[in-house]
Nanobody, 128 residues
Framework: QVQLVESGGGLVQPGGSLTLSCASS????????IGWFRQAPGKEREGVSC????????RSTDSMQGRATLSKDNAKNAVLLRLTNLQPEDTARYYC?????????????????????WGQGTQVTVST
């Protein structure tokens, strides 16, 4: 059974950085498309960044372009999301998701049709 566990969230000042981790049992990362999403209170869940299974090509939403870097840490069997220049509007619960797609593509849509497995999330708060 696939389980995803996010960690690394916390309180950070505006302009600061965080690295979130998504660890898993039961997932060989190269066999899955991986996505990161976030949901702020009162708002819909939205995409942040994703990585394709074969090529390792990453995609990010316009608002996170240049501020979100996604990478795989095979030694720790984890996928890392580095967030920089964080602002109060980035405050949200961040989720990772995985899908055993056979295509070399990843979706930024926060849909269970696009990603079969989801973690419980980690909270990121950006505040002074």
């Amino acid at each position: 059974q696939v389980q995803l566990v996010e960690s690394g969230g916390g309180l950070v000042q505006p302009g600061g950085s965080l690295t979130l981790s998504c660890a898993s049992s039961g997932v060989i990362w190269d066999d899955y498309a991986i996505g990161w999403f976030r949901q702020a209170p009162g708002k819909e869940r939205e995409g942040v960044s994703c990585i394709m299974r074969r090529s390792g090509t990453t995609r990010s939403t316009d608002s996170m372009q240049g501020r979100a870097t996604l990478s795989k840490d095979n030694a720790k069997n984890a996928v890392l999301l580095r967030l920089t220049n964080l602002q109060p509007e980035d405050t949200a619960r961040y989720y990772c998701a995985a899908d055993p797609t056979t295509s070399d593509f990843c979706s930024l849509a926060p849909s269970k049709l696009a990603y079969r497995y989801w973690g419980q999330g980690t909270q990121v708060t950006v505040s002074t």
